[in-house]
């Protein structure tokens, strides 16, 4: 018998066959199968990098410093800082047909380009090389400008930023005679027909790539972009690149993920509006999905699940400050502790009032449905006896939702609402942490307030005009130790 084949069938007990766990177990033979013949798997860390960490030569080539200490990676990387607005706004004149305007900025980027370039390479061969490569990407973006414009167009604009700046790191490290090879994400990022990634293509067409190009100490990549169901080029939404990371860890088992980026961690507010925030050291990973998905633009809220379900450390790390700690996203939770505060903006709260709630069953269904219909999404939801209170930050149907939910009872809306959302060991069994939070809000008008939904968020709707002052005021008092009324 083969030796080989004996030792992988002992890794399935034959007692559990007949469970609920067979497939489970299954499933992790397949996994430890093809660990054991991909040689890339378990140890390798995923890193990316966003787009300030490559924003400029300098940058990349502290990118390129940071990279190359000996051990095999794999590297995302985002399009330089800027680019992928500036694609957007290309494809703006596009839409409305003003090739003029168009050209105007793909000649004043690309001019960028070139100076970047000139900057970044010391050999005239890679000078070269990369000149020609940053070329035929404008002249193939400036060849959408004699054309019909749609959608299809404008997706395969916003991926150029991503194809040029892993092109321009990956042949600073060749230059550098780093061992270093590019996958194009087009040929393994893939989403489904429902629009969510592909996880076992993605898996099984980068261990593809991989083990067609062994040896290798870096292997980069493009973040944002992908192929659709149908193989044309999409990508994942803006910031999207954090999510290219996460299912690249998830889908070779990676030992960590690490986003780096400008900042030393997710930091316990938004540094953006309040004075004096500081990092947080540890998460769980359903505080940081919390935190992501109500504003802290650290990190896209998308990125979380394919990490949690893997069970993969997710590292948040700064090019700037390369030493810090950052913060680890892990399964684990410190205990009774308010870790950090986020808010979301341009939020539209409806009411809507209604006797026939009182003691009546199936009414919120038809509420829900109404919304449903228009997939709109609701964010906050809070009920009494007569009325039900929900948050949208999809208006696009707004008017259409209210005119249907006027059928069953008085609506009311209001605009430039926010979401503050807490998150921390909130259980509710943990006393006394409402009592802080709501007194640090204790000055603002709070139309909303919902908890018990999770055990780590509790959430204010309130103004935006508030939001300042309420998101200065929870962190005077929840971490900077100012909590004496
Ligand atoms: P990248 O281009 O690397 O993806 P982003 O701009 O998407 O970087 O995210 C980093 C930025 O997120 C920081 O510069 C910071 O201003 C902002 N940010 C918002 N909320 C937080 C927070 N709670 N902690 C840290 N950074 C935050
Ligand atoms: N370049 C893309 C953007 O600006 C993706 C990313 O940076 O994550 O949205
Ligand atoms: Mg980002």
Same mark, same amino acid.
């Given at each position: 018998?083969?030796?080989?084949? !004996?030792?992988? %069938?002992?890794?399935?007990?034959?007692?559990?066959?007949?469970?609920?766990?067979?497939?489970?177990?299954?499933? %992790?033979?397949?996994?430890?199968?093809?660990?054991?013949?991909?040689? &890339?798997?378990?140890?390798? +860390?995923?890193?990316?990098?966003?787009?300030?960490?490559?924003?400029?030569?300098?940058?990349?080539?502290?990118?390129?410093?940071?990279?190359?200490?000996?051990?095999?990676?794999?590297?995302?990387?985002?399009?330089?800082?800027?680019?992928?607005?500036?694609?957007?706004?290309?494809?703006?004149?596009?839409?409305?047909?003003?090739?003029?305007?168009?050209? $105007?900025?793909?000649?004043?980027?690309?001019?960028?380009?070139?100076?970047?370039?000139?900057?970044?390479?010391?050999? $005239?061969?890679? +000078?070269?090389?990369?000149?020609?490569?940053?070329?035929?990407?404008?002249?193939?973006?400036?060849?959408?400008? +004699?054309?019909? &414009?749609?959608? &299809?167009?404008?997706?395969?604009?916003?991926?150029?930023?991503?194809?040029?700046?892993?092109?321009?790191?990956?042949?600073?490290?060749?230059?550098?005679?780093?061992?270093?090879?590019?996958?194009?994400?087009?040929?393994?990022?893939?989403?489904?027909?429902?629009?969510?990634?592909?996880?076992?293509?993605?898996?099984?067409?980068?261990?593809?790539?991989?083990?067609?190009?062994?040896?290798?100490?870096?292997?980069?990549?493009?973040?944002?972009?992908?192929?659709?169901?149908?193989?044309?080029?999409?990508?994942?939404?803006?910031?999207?690149?954090?999510?290219?990371?996460?299912?690249?860890?998830?889908?070779?088992?990676?030992?960590?993920?690490?986003?780096?980026?400008?900042?030393?961690?997710?930091?316990?507010?938004?540094?953006?509006?309040?004075?004096?925030?500081?990092?947080?050291?540890?998460?769980?990973?359903?505080?940081?999905?919390? =935190?992501?998905?109500?504003?802290?633009?650290?990190?896209?809220?998308?990125?979380?699940?394919?990490?949690?379900?893997?069970?993969?450390?997710?590292?948040?790390?700064?090019?700037?400050?390369?030493?810090?700690?950052?913060?680890?996203?892990?399964?684990?939770?410190?205990?009774?502790?308010?870790?950090?505060?986020?808010?979301?903006?341009?939020?539209?709260?409806?009411?809507?009032?209604?006797?026939?709630?009182?003691?009546?069953?199936?009414? =919120?269904?038809?509420? &829900?449905?109404?919304?449903?219909?228009?997939?709109?999404?609701?964010?906050?939801?809070?009920?009494?006896?007569?009325?039900?209170?929900?948050?949208?930050?999809?208006?696009?149907?707004?008017?259409?939702?209210?005119?249907?939910?006027?059928?069953?009872?008085?609506?009311?809306?209001?605009?430039?609402?926010?979401?503050?959302?807490?998150?921390?060991?909130?259980?509710?069994?943990?006393?006394?942490?409402?009592?802080?939070?709501?007194?640090?809000?204790? !000055?603002?008008?709070?139309?909303?307030?919902?908890?018990?939904?999770?055990?780590? !968020?509790?959430?204010?709707?309130?103004?935006?005009?508030?939001?300042?002052?309420?998101?200065?005021?929870?962190?005077?008092?929840?971490?900077?130790?100012?909590?004496?009324?």
């Amino acid at each position: 018998m083969n030796p080989k084949k !004996n030792k992988d %069938s002992e890794i399935l007990p034959t007692k559990h066959k007949n469970t609920a766990n067979y497939s489970y177990l299954c499933q %992790s033979k397949i996994t430890y199968l093809l660990r054991k013949h991909l040689k &890339f798997e378990t140890e390798m +860390k995923v890193l990316k990098f966003g787009g300030t960490s490559v924003g400029s030569a300098q940058r990349m080539k502290d990118v390129a410093k940071l990279i190359a200490d000996g051990e095999q990676k794999i590297v995302v990387l985002s399009a330089m800082s800027g680019t992928t607005n500036t694609l957007v706004e290309i494809s703006d004149y596009l839409y409305k047909k003003n090739p003029e305007g168009a050209n $105007e900025i793909i000649n004043r980027l690309e001019s960028k380009y070139k100076q970047h370039i000139d900057e970044l390479y010391t050999t $005239e061969e890679y +000078k070269q090389k990369t000149l020609d490569f940053v070329k035929s990407v404008f002249d193939y973006i400036r060849s959408f400008t +004699k054309d019909i &414009f749609t959608l &299809f167009e404008e997706k395969v604009i916003l991926a150029q930023g991503e194809i040029i700046s892993t092109n321009m790191v990956t042949n600073y490290l060749c230059e550098q005679g780093i061992k270093t090879y590019l996958i194009p994400a087009l040929e393994f990022m893939r989403t489904d027909k429902n629009s969510e990634p592909d996880l076992n293509y993605i898996r099984e067409k980068l261990n593809v790539q991989l083990e067609a190009h062994p040896g290798q100490e870096i292997y980069i990549t493009q973040g944002f972009i992908c192929r659709n169901a149908y193989g044309e080029i999409d990508n994942l939404q803006r910031g999207g690149s954090d999510y290219t990371a996460s299912l690249i860890g998830a889908a070779i088992n990676a030992s960590e993920i690490q986003i780096w980026t400008d900042i030393d961690g997710m930091h316990d507010n938004d540094p953006r509006v309040v004075d004096k925030t500081s990092p947080v050291r540890q998460l769980h990973f359903e505080e940081a999905a919390e =935190l992501a998905y109500f504003g802290a633009k650290i990190l896209h809220p998308t990125c979380v699940q394919p990490a949690k379900y893997a069970n993969i450390p997710v590292r948040l790390l700064n090019t700037m400050g390369p030493t810090a700690p950052g913060t680890l996203i892990s399964n684990d939770t410190e205990k009774g502790k308010i870790k950090a505060v986020a808010a979301k903006d341009n939020i539209t709260a409806i009411k809507i009032k209604s006797s026939r709630m009182l003691l009546a069953y199936g009414f =919120l269904r038809k509420v &829900f449905e109404i919304f449903e219909s228009y997939q709109t999404s609701i964010d906050m939801i809070c009920t009494s006896e007569v009325g039900v209170s929900m948050s949208i930050d999809n208006t696009k149907h707004l008017n259409e939702i209210v005119n249907d939910l006027k059928k069953y009872g008085t609506v009311t809306v209001d605009h430039d609402m926010c979401i503050v959302c807490v998150v921390g060991d909130l259980e509710w069994e943990n006393v006394g942490f409402e009592a802080k939070v709501i007194n640090a809000l204790r !000055n603002i008008p709070i139309r909303m307030i919902s908890f018990g939904g999770s055990n780590y !968020n509790i959430s204010f709707l309130i103004r935006e005009c508030d939001k300042k002052k309420a998101l200065q005021s929870l962190s005077d008092m929840l971490f900077n130790g100012k909590d004496k009324l």
